[in-house]
């Protein structure tokens, strides 16, 4: 009975790189929620997904940030081109659904830009 | 001014203290979240209210919804404890989001 499960937990990439950080909901969760936690700042919502749909994205960068989750697989948030900037944990979280849904967090990835 | 604000920001305590941390939010919600987060850790839920008051073994939150006011307690204190412990509330409006609070350390000390 896995939890949310995010991967990878630590990456390092270079200025210019691409990021994917994958994020597999709770068995039976078909909301999906990023959240990013810049350092010594709070959390703040990045995006809300359905499965094949994006519901939410008013917390995204206008640029080089996407993100989906398709119906068959993990929910993929995708750093193109990382500057410093983005160094930070990125942490997701399922829900069944809801508007009250109860919340689950995964462990985080903390993605760190040399 | 943040939307969700928590006090203090930072509490230091002796193992067996009575601690509160307090939240106030400035919007309608629909639910408010309590969480806690270890160092370089996960994050675990620990209550979600909407209305009233909920307990968990030491930890006990409330709620009073017409002051937009939430506590957390934790009773018996105990170095484990040790941790940030996050407000987040759901907004009436763009229910699908929460907005957080910056979170109040705490450190127990034994």
């Known amino acids: 009975n896995a939890g949310v499960m995010q991967n990878p937990r630590h990456l390092v990439r270079r200025r210019g790189q691409e990021a994917r950080l994958r994020c597999s909901p709770m068995?039976?969760?078909?909301?999906v929620y990023w959240y990013r936690q810049l350092p010594e700042e709070g959390l703040k919502f990045m995006v809300y997904?359905?499965?094949?749909?994006?519901?939410?994205e008013s917390g995204m960068p206008k640029e080089r940030f996407s993100a989906e989750f398709p119906k068959e697989g993990p929910s993929i948030l995708r750093i193109q081109q990382v500057v410093r900037g983005d160094s930070a944990a990125y942490f997701c979280a399922s829900s069944g659904g809801s508007d009250t849904g109860e919340l689950f967090f995964g462990e985080g990835s903390r993605l760190t830009v040399l | 001014k943040n939307e969700v604000e928590q006090s203090p920001q930072n509490l230091t305590a002796q193992e067996g203290e009575f601690i509160t941390i307090n939240c106030s939010y400035s919007v309608g919600i629909s639910a408010l979240h309590w969480l806690q987060q270890h160092p370089g850790g996960g994050i675990v839920s620990l209550f979600m209210?909407?209305?009233g008051k909920k307990k968990h073994g030491r930890l006990i939150a409330t709620i009073n919804i017409q002051e937009k006011h939430s506590s957390l307690h934790i009773t018996a204190s105990h170095p484990r404890d040790s941790a940030v412990y996050i407000c987040?509330?759901?907004?009436?409006?763009?229910?699908?989001?929460?907005?957080f609070g910056q979170g109040t350390r705490l450190t127990i000390n034994p």
């Open positions: 987040a509330v759901r907004p009436m409006r763009g229910a699908q989001k929460l907005v």
């Open positions: 068995k039976g969760h078909s909301h």
């Open positions: 997904l359905q499965k094949e749909n994006i519901i939410d």
């Open positions: 209210l909407s209305s």
